[in-house]
Structure formats: C-alpha cells, structure tokens
C-alpha cells in the first residue's frame, strides 16, 4: 500500500486532504503536535467526517490513518523518506519550523536513491511552492540540486470549508470533523516531478496562477469581507452575514470586480469566474457547517497585508484599471475588527485608531495613493455608524461615474 504522510492533522488536513488519499487507497500518516489526535489517531486507526449541508448530515469514516508525533524529527523525516507523496496544511506562518524536518526527510531520500518526490502545498499563500522550497534548502544546503531535479513543490487551491470544531460537534471524539460537500482539490500540474497520483477530486492544472488568484482573491476575499461587515452588525456567524441583503451584495460587487481582474490577469473568460461567484456565495449560506465570523476574520494583521486576501485582491484590480470601490469599503471594515481572544486584529485596529488610516495601511499592507483616500474615508463613515446602505450607494455612485480608485 502506498503511504501519503499529512504534515498537520487539523480540519483541514482531516477533512480535506488526508480523506482523499484515504479514499484513494492509501495509508495516511499524520504529523502533529497534538499528542491527543496523534495518540487517538493511533489507537482508532480511523476517524469520522460529517459532511453538512442544511438538513444533511452524513457521516462517513476515513481508514488505514496513523500518527505520527512531529516533535520526534527523527521519526517525523524517516516517514517522509519512505512516503509515496506528502502534503502540508500547516498554516503559512509554520512553514519555516516542519522545513528541517522536511529536509532531513529529502536527505535520506537522496541517499537512498528514492523515486522521484512530491510535496502539495495546501496554505493560503502565493509563492508557496518556492518559498517551502528555499526554507527546505536552507535548512540543509547539501541536497539543493538534488531538491531542484527531483522534488516537486505543488501549489493546491483549497477551496473546501472546514469550520472549527465545537466540543458539542465533537460529541465526544477530538478527530471528529465537519465539512462541506465541496471537496475538489486543484493542484499545479506542471509542478510534479515524475508521476502524478491518480487520486479521485484531484484536479490537476496549468497554468494553475488562475486557481491560485481564485481561491485567495475571490473565495477568501468574500468570506472575510463577509465577517468583518457581519461584524459591524454584530453576527455571529457567516451564514447570519451573508443572509443580510446589504452584505451579500457587497460581497458580490466585490467579487465581480475581482472576476473581471483575474480575467484580464489569465486570459480567461469571465463567465467562469462570475459563476464561480455566484456558486461561492451560495456555499457561504450553509448554516450547518457553523463557520464564524470570529474564525474566518481573525488575524487581520495577515489578512490585510500586501499580497493577501483584500489588499492583493485590491492591487490586481487597480493593475488592469478596474474598479475596486467595494473592496475598499470591506478593507475599511477590516480595519475595524478588533475582537476578544484576536491579538493581531486588536493591534492593527488601535494601529488605526491612533495613527490613521493610512500611516496603517502604508505600515501593514504596503499600500498608498488613491484607494487610500477612499478607504479613510468609509472607514470614518463606518466608524461614525453610516448605514451600509448610504455606503453601498456612494460606491456605486463612484463607479457609475467611471471614477477609478
């Protein structure tokens, strides 16, 4: 039986990744600090994943799954060594700490004259793919050419939602995971080296920028939008968020401004792309999944920095002379999230609050000239408690009269 290790056995590594090649026949090590999942991994050899959607919710079993504790190196880089392929959902801001144990991995790989290698990299990241690659080859600068002719990087686009678990959705099992129907997983075609895995979902493409620009400018953007305009009106929940006319037709403002942009980007049509949309805010709808605006707001610190979900999202727009007036107002939104248990969010709010909105922006997300002034100025207007409808109708008003921002 081929073997797939899963570098972090949370929701998503669980109910996402780990299930496919589960489901493909292989046998799924997971790596993770989380001494209880490792030891009921272990013990269970199986776990349960909910799919919900509405009144739905079935449950099915992932099998010949294993543990493995990422604090033993050791043995975290002997599993990597003989694994068929492996895959990282880990969370951008770990990467730099499973790189060495990754390149030990590799190491023995080298000397044991090992197949060809693959590494799907599932974090909300673009560059991904050479950014783990330079972390792994700096931790062990020896096996840098071996890396480069036999090891590929493949960037995914995670686009399954996986929501955090509740100790009554857990009804008593830690491994427990609840997710969406949704569970197609797009990877970098061109980026494998030798075989690709035939793995059912496992949709391989290329160019993949297209997925890449999709997933974090279009489904991340508007499902944080959707929580920090939620927020505003005190929900608490996404599902609560996109149910209120005003916000979901912000959110779909948005996102067809950033169909258009990744159209002009790709040379894609952008038909796709608008029913991509259309199909995104009707997942957002799913109440059963339970995902708050707490979990998919939190961290603005890293989710209004340059290249990230809004602000990317807002550059490529103003690259290709698009407008992007409802970008700015969710950015200015952002900019006012700062709740209880969110360290980073509470930082950059008070950044805000007592430096400007711009000293803010230039600081924290790279981003100066003309949006700037829009989003002072609806971050003032939502701060004063303007109602979103006056909002909403200023910025279209803007775009009607072809103003660019």
């Known amino acids: 039986m081929n073997k797939f290790v899963m570098y972090g056995a949370g929701n998503i590594g669980r109910g996402f990744i780990g299930q ?28 349960p994943v909910n799919t919900v959607s509405g009144d739905i919710n079935e449950e099915t079993f992932v099998e010949n799954v294993y543990g493995i504790d990422g604090t033993d190196i050791e043995l975290v880089s002997e599993e990597i060594a003989s694994a068929s392929i492996m895959a990282t959902a880990i969370g951008v801001n770990v990467l730099r700490f499973i790189a060495r144990p990754i390149a030990l991995g590799l190491k023995k790989r080298m000397e044991r004259n090992a197949p060809a290698f693959n ?19 700096k931790e062990v600068p020896e096996i840098a050419d071996y890396v480069h002719n036999n090891v590929g990087f493949v960037e995914a686009s995670i686009g399954r939602m996986v929501p ?31 075989e690709i895995p035939e793995v059912g979902n496992l949709y391989p493409f290329s160019p993949f920028n297209l997925f890449i620009q999709r997933k974090l400018f279009m489904h991340n953007m508007s499902h944080a939008l959707c929580a920090y305009l939620g927020n505003l009106r005190g929900y608490e929940y996404v599902y609560q968020s996109i149910a209120d ?38 997942r957002f709808t799913n109440e059963a999944l339970g995902d708050t605006v707490f979990r998919v707001g939190r961290d603005t610190k890293r989710k209004l920095s340059s290249n990230d979900r809004l602000v990317g999202a807002l550059k490529l727009a103003i690259k290709h002379g698009h407008q992007s007036n409802f970008l700015c107002l969710g950015i200015a939104a952002a900019l006012l999230f700062a709740p209880d248990g969110d360290d980073s969010s509470k930082e950059l709010s ?37 109602p979103f409808v006056k909002l909403i109708k200023y910025c279209d008003d803007l775009s009607s009269s072809k103003m660019r921002v």
């Open 20 to 47: 496919l090649f589960s489901n493909a026949g292989y046998k799924v090590g997971f790596v993770d600090i989380n001494k209880e999942v490792i030891a009921r991994l272990n013990s269970d050899g199986r776990y």
């Open 119 to 137: 590494i799907i990299i599932c974090e909300n990241l673009i560059g991904a793919d050479e950014y783990l690659k330079e972390l792994v080859c």
């Open 164 to 194: 955090v678990m509740t100790e009554e959705k857990r009804q008593g099992n830690p491994l427990r995971v609840y997710v969406e129907p949704y569970n197609i997983l797009p990877v970098d075609k061109a980026a494998f080296k030798g």
């Open 245 to 282: 006319y005003d916000i979901r037709y912000v959110a779909y403002k948005s996102l067809t401004e950033m169909a258009v942009a990744i159209s002009l980007e790709n040379g894609t049509e952008v038909a796709g792309l608008i029913s991509h949309a259309e199909n995104l805010l009707y």
């Open 350 to 386: 008070a950044y805000a609050e007592q430096n400007g909105v711009a000293a803010t922006l230039k600081t924290y997300s790279d981003l100066e000239g003309e949006p700037v002034v829009l989003i002072t100025e609806l971050y003032t207007e939502l701060k004063n408690g303007t």
